[in-house]
């Protein structure tokens, strides 16, 4: 048996809680310090899986750091 696909809910909601409270954005690599999970999960969950409530606010050094927050409503 393989891992199974598609997000951790738990992960998506730490991600969530993360950027409520910093409504102006967060580095990807603070986002991961702060929620405990790693940089390139923290990043794959932002660009695939939450890039319909995530916008980025600044990308350097060819989409490898970026600032993003969440999409006002």
Known sequence: ????K???????KKIVKVLREKPQGLWIREIARQTGISKSTTH?????????QIEEVVTVKG????????KEK
């Open 1 to 4: 048996m393989g891992k199974k």
């Open 6 to 12: 598609g997000p951790d809910p738990n992960k998506l």
């Open 44 to 52: 794959r969950y932002v660009t695939e899986y939450m890039s319909d």
């Open 63 to 70: 989409g490898l750091v970026k600032f993003v927050r969440l």
